[in-house]
């Protein structure tokens, strides 16, 4: 069994605010970079360790990613341009193909509506919501990264809201 944590990047601030010449370039908020604290934080002290952090390159998911990644020093890293375009297809052969130890856990960094199917996908389930910072955190029935029945979602969490 692995643990595989889908985390959505904390509340970003609108291109308009920030003069971002893109989407790509949104920053996180004051309250997206505490979020994104709260939530890597109670990573950590239930147990959460990844052995690799693979994140949208997009600047809100980055810097949600750097703020677990200080959290989990050492740990592999990998930028996955997948995970903003959109490419479920993409980000499940990567995820299959990674090899990792019995118990080691993967975190991913991304964007809604993406990181929610690929929760659901997981679980052959619906879509999970996934609030900014928050997270799906899968325990996986068997030795590596694949979707399945009988995988378990061990946690839905929502940093400062109701955890499901």
Do not use: W
């Not at 975190?107 to 199917?117: I, K, N, R, T, Y």
């Not at 879509?127 to 799906?136: E, Q, R, T």
């Not at 839905?156 to 109701?162: I, R, V």
Request: net charge negative; hydrophobic share 45%; charged share 15%.
């Amino acid at each position: 069994m692995n643990d595989l944590v889908f985390l959505r990047h904390g509340h970003a601030l609108g291109a308009l605010e920030t003069g971002a010449a893109s989407d790509s370039e949104r920053p996180l908020s004051a309250v997206g970079l505490a979020e994104a604290r709260v939530s890597a934080a109670h990573l950590k002290r239930e147990g959460f360790s990844p052995a690799i952090i693979i994140a949208s390159p997009y600047k809100r998911a980055a810097a949600t990613a750097d703020i677990a990644a200080d959290l989990f020093p050492g740990t592999r890293r990998l930028v996955l341009p997948a995970l903003c375009e959109g490419d479920a297809g993409t980000v499940l052969k990567v995820l299959s193909d990674t090899a990792l130890p019995e118990g080691a856990g993967i975190l991913v960094v991304g964007h809604q509506p993406l990181l929610g199917s690929l929760a659901g996908l997981f679980l052959a389930g619906p879509d999970l919501p996934m609030s900014p910072a928050g997270f799906a955190r899968i325990t996986t029935s068997g030795a590596g990264f694949f979707p399945s029945p009988d995988n378990t979602l061990t946690e839905h969490y929502t940093p400062g809201g109701a955890r499901n």
